[in-house]
């Protein structure tokens, strides 16, 4: 079973409406989360990195949350643009020594932004 | 260079055939990461790099994969006798010292079809 559960697969938001993307984990012990966004046929690229102490990052019109407690974190995209179209990918990590290849990724929500 | 580069960015082989994938990675970043994503689903870890040495191999998914690093820069994932199923997207990302925060970087990927 995957580690990290993102909410929805998929949604699809006015150009200016706001969306919020949800991501469930169960990794322990925690270490830190991240929020990436991929365009299609591209890399992903990292928005946010949250450790678990911190419960909310910003990074323009995206902010993450964070409750390490519950376990659940979110992604506000504010005043959505067409550009905001890309799969959002929730990657989980368990301790900062832990090797890179052992981050748990979820399957990303794809978003699209339509005028 | 600037980012992490990948080689071919598209590649269409017949099942059987053997394929390299190259990645540059970001000029002083020591680790480098393989990963696969196929349609639809997260991104799968395949093999990690820590200068030339792969200390964790764990995720190449048969003996028909295998990965090489030399100079501490440049990797290359080859595929031997591809078959349809190890048809996705392969990732290569790059970071500074595993254990940090400041995450890594990606490629753009690879696109391999097996047809």
């Known amino acids: 079973k995957n580690q990290v559960e993102q909410s929805p697969q998929s949604l699809i938001i006015l150009e200016g409406k706001n969306c919020t993307l949800q991501c469930n984990y169960t990794v322990s012990p925690f270490s830190n989360l991240r929020w990436y966004k991929q365009d299609t046929g591209r890399g992903p690229v990292s928005l946010t990195i949250m450790t678990f102490s911190e419960n909310t990052k910003s990074n323009g019109r995206y902010t993450a949350t964070l409750d390490a407690d519950t376990k659940q974190s979110s992604l506000h995209i504010t005043a959505s643009q067409l550009s905001d179209s890309a799969s959002y990918i929730c990657?989980?990590?368990?301790?900062?020594?832990?090797?890179?290849?052992?981050?748990?990724f979820g399957a990303g929500t794809q978003v699209v932004v339509t005028p | 260079g600037a980012g992490v580069s990948q080689s071919p960015s598209n590649k269409v082989t017949e099942k059987g055939k053997d394929v390299e994938l190259r990645c540059d990675p970001i000029s002083g970043h020591t680790a480098l990461y393989w990963y696969r994503q196929s349609l639809g689903q997260g991104l799968e870890f395949l093999i990690y790099f820590q200068g030339n040495s792969a200390p964790d191999k764990s995720g190449l998914p048969s003996d028909r994969f295998s990965a090489e690093r030399t100079g501490g820069s440049v990797s290359t994932l080859t595929i031997q006798r591809t078959q349809q199923e190890d048809s996705a997207v392969y990732l290569c990302?790059?970071?500074?010292?595993?254990?940090?925060?400041?995450?890594?970087?990606f490629g753009s990927g690879t696109r391999l079809t097996v047809v």
């Open positions: 990657v989980v990590s368990r301790w900062v020594t832990d090797s890179w290849g052992k981050l748990q």
């Open positions: 990302a790059s970071s500074s010292p595993p254990g940090t925060h400041t995450g890594y970087t």
